[in-house]
């Protein structure tokens, strides 16, 4: 069982930044591949970024590439997500999420945060 906890969510204007964090419980955080999802009000969940096991290895959502930055520190339980030249689109409510098994980027996470809203104004 591994329990997720997001925080450093809030209001921001366009253009400014945030850090995410998300603490994960339990002694096993480094076999998850860790990810960040986010659903805005009448849209459907969409996968940000992902970050493998070691940390080596990302993926972004095109819609965020160059903006976003996914990182971990196993030696925390504790995953990241910087978000730079946030615009009024990036508000959304933003879901930390890890995935075990043998793959780290695909499929449905095993377990979710109880998600944190981020809200940027024009």
């Known amino acids: ?3 997720l906890v997001e925080s450093g969510g809030g209001l921001v204007q366009a253009g400014g930044s945030l850090r ?3 603490a994960a419980s339990g002694r096993t955080f480094s ?3 860790m990810a960040w999802f ?3 009000p009448g849209k459907e969940r969409e996968n940000v970024a992902g970050i493998s096991w070691g ?3 990302t993926y ?3 819609f965020v590439a160059g903006r976003f930055t996914i990182s971990r520190d196993n030696a925390k339980n504790t995953v990241y997500l910087q978000m730079n030249s946030l615009k009024p689109e990036d508000t959304a409510v933003y879901y930390c999420a890890a995935r075990g098994g043998s793959s780290w980027r695909i499929g449905e996470p095993d377990y979710w945060g109880q998600g944190i809203q981020v809200t940027v104004s024009s």
Do not use: N, P
């Open 31 to 33: 076999s998850y591949g």
């Open 55 to 57: 940390g080596g290895r």
């Open 60 to 62: 972004y959502a095109d």
């Open 1 to 3: 069982q591994v329990q």
């Open 20 to 22: 995410l964090s998300c």
């Open 38 to 40: 986010r659903q805005a």
